[in-house]
């Protein structure tokens, strides 16, 4: 029923930039090129979709691609993507330092432009169940389109990863929103969803120690950490960034410990706002911050206000995008370009 609510509406329209839908899935395969390429050719293929980033990580073992374009457009490249991704992932055989429990792991919707996250939503959950009962993949709603309330947190979903799916899929409060409960599950699970813009953005330690990496997720993040107090009982003490989640791991191939981010709301606390609280932090513990590694796409707004926070008295927008590169360290792991990592610019260059 809810994919029809569209099927004759403005959403159809390709050429209107006004209307404009993101997806960002992550995929659980960092490793392999051919099975990354057969992914996002299944996008390339939809007339009205723009692939705009491919960005693998080899340790993670996880590839998260950006699109965008006309809604349903985008939501039909969405269940083309998990289709190819569950036919070349095996998840059995996966292996990787990031948490997952699914060949497509999560699958966000974003809206961009001329619609609501209220809509987002409804398409959210026609994908949903689409991959339910066409792939015959168990499908969870999170974020907005959740339809249960402790459902809206992807860690929450995602506790047991795959190995313990089988487990967790039996019990009543997890059953999926769509698609089957019974084994087997080569493609696991996937979490499927509409959200605000959220940047994934990781920074790196010049230590190897993931405990130090650990301590620092714990002081930056919203939740906090839990300490005992006098009389024995566990309190939770808040992070000191809103609308952060952070998790600490090590990165075998960059040799660095790193606090990995996901930052939901730049209104409460902006990228550089984040990378200076882990600074701080690791101060306190007597280790530095290298550097960091943006993941996917950042809108403008995230370079020309970090400038402005290391250099206030600039104004240029080019020279405020460089500045917030170097101050970040983002150059430090690998490249980066700004014209092929600033959402509006990508976006852009493809209209262009």
């Known amino acids: 029923m809810e994919r029809k609510i569209y099927r004759k509406s403005r959403f159809m329209n390709t050429t209107d930039n006004q209307v404009l839908l993101e997806c960002v899935p992550n995929f659980s395969e960092g490793r392999n090129p051919v099975v990354i390429e057969s992914i996002a050719a299944a996008i390339r293929q939809i007339a009205g979709v723009k692939l705009l980033h491919v960005d693998p990580g080899y340790d993670a073992n996880r590839t998260v691609m950006t699109f965008v374009g006309a809604p349903l457009a985008v939501v039909e490249a969405a269940f083309q993507s998990i289709k190819t991704a569950s036919q070349l992932i095996d998840m059995r055989q996966q292996q990787g330092t990031h948490p997952r429990m699914g060949a497509t792991d999560v699958c966000p919707l974003v809206p961009i432009a001329g619609m609501s996250l209220n809509e987002a939503v409804v398409l959210a959950r026609a994908l949903g169940q689409r991959v339910g009962s066409e792939l015959n993949i168990p499908v969870y709603l999170y974020e907005d389109a959740a339809q249960d309330p402790q459902r809206r947190n992807l ?99 960059y040799g660095k410990a790193q606090v990995s981010m996901n930052i939901t709301d730049l209104d409460l606390t902006p990228v550089h706002a984040a990378f200076v609280a882990c600074q701080q932090e690791a101060q306190h513990l007597g280790v530095e911050v290298s550097g960091s590694e943006l993941i996917g796409l950042a809108p403008l707004r995230v370079f020309l206000e970090a400038g402005h926070y290391f250099a206030p008295n600039e104004s240029a927008a080019d020279r405020l995008i460089e500045i917030a590169i170097v101050h970040l360290g983002l150059r430090e792991l690998k490249g980066f370009d700004p014209a092929h990592r600033i959402l509006e610019q990508c976006i852009q260059n493809e209209e262009g």
């Open 155 to 253: 860690a929450t979903i995602r506790q047991g990863e795959y190995e313990g799916l089988a487990q967790k899929i039996r019990q009543p409060e997890w059953t999926p929103d769509y698609g089957p409960t019974q084994e087997p599950f080569p493609a696991g699970a996937t979490v499927i969803g509409a959200r605000k813009f959220l940047i994934a953005y990781n920074v790196n330690l010049n230590t190897t120690d993931v405990s130090l990496a650990k301590r620092i997720a714990e002081k930056v993040r919203a939740s906090g950490y839990k300490v005992k107090d006098e009389q024995g009982n566990i309190q939770q003490i808040p992070g000191r960034c809103p609308g952060v989640k952070a998790i600490g791991w090590y990165m075998p191939g």
